[in-house]
């Protein structure tokens, strides 16, 4: 298993294992009133349980994300119980779906809400463009009458704001999302995808867990041809000294190298700077598992 993501209970806890925080979210809590409905030729249909639909655009969205872990099919299944799943259709298209719970007074997941009696929990909601958006919140609009709030949890660089008038939020909060492990430092830096064609770069990796991991890794790519050498030892100088924690937020594209350096949980050689930068870009990242 080279990668190990999760949605822990206590993030300090596990980042004494080398888990590191990869990717955000944002909490919102709103009324249902301020969201703007417009018109669309798009239409919602209700679906009993996860289908080839709701997959098909859960599938298509993740492109849009350089998250480098994939839902496995098994957690589809912790979907299927209590809650209500809505296709977004442009004709026979599927273009988008919601996955809503409406909790009851005494539920514990959602604690955190104070009027959880009078509010649509959004478990799950992902578009393909924007139309499917509105629609999906259209269909949010047409249920005021039955609950007063909607709440729930949206990727961090997914636009929710300007859906509302002179939005009366709530509540709104940037919180961490998953935690990312390397576990095969090797097999992640020989499949991941580069920006750079051609390159070459020394890391010396410390894992304190993995003795596998901890030691050098000579990278290398050849007009898009990637190798990977370790060795535990090297009278060679390198290029980016890195624990396995922040190698992670690294990789994931949630941490630059200019970042890192900012609070210096790294060492560089300061004239492989501008490569490093392009190798590990800043990437648009999201990984929602389940609730």
Known sequence: IP????????????????????????????????????????????????????????????????????????????????????????????????????????????????????TIYVIEAFWLNHTAKQTIFNFLWSHRDQRKYIAGYFPFNENIVDLLTTPRILDRKIVGNSLLRIINVKYVLKNLKYPLLSFSILLHIRDKQCPWNNGFFNLNSKNG?????????????????IDISHLAQLLAGFRTIKELLEFGFIVINHEKFEILQNLFPKTNNYFKFRE
């Not at 969201?35 to 249909?45: A, D, F, G, R, S």
């Not at 298509?60 to 809650?83: G, H």
Request: some cysteine; hydrophobic content about 35%.
């Open 225 to 241: 041809t990637v190798n990977v050498e370790f060795k535990e030892e090297t009278g060679n100088d390198v290029d980016i000294k």
């Open 3 to 118: 990668l190990s993501v999760l949605y822990p209970f206590k993030i300090a806890f596990y980042e004494k294992l080398g888990y590191k925080v990869v990717d955000e979210q944002i909490f919102y809590n709103f009324e249902i009133s301020v969201i703007k409905y417009n018109e669309t030729n798009y239409h919602m249909k209700e679906v009993e349980r996860i289908n080839e639909d709701i997959i098909q655009v859960y599938d298509n969205v993740i492109n849009n994300y350089d998250y480098i872990a994939k839902r496995a099919e098994m957690q589809w299944k912790s979907f299927y119980e209590e809650n209500y799943k809505f296709i977004c259709y442009n004709k026979d298209q599927p273009v988008g779906y919601v996955i809503l719970h409406f909790p009851k007074k005494t539920a514990e997941l959602l604690a955190n809400l104070q009027h959880p009696e009078k």
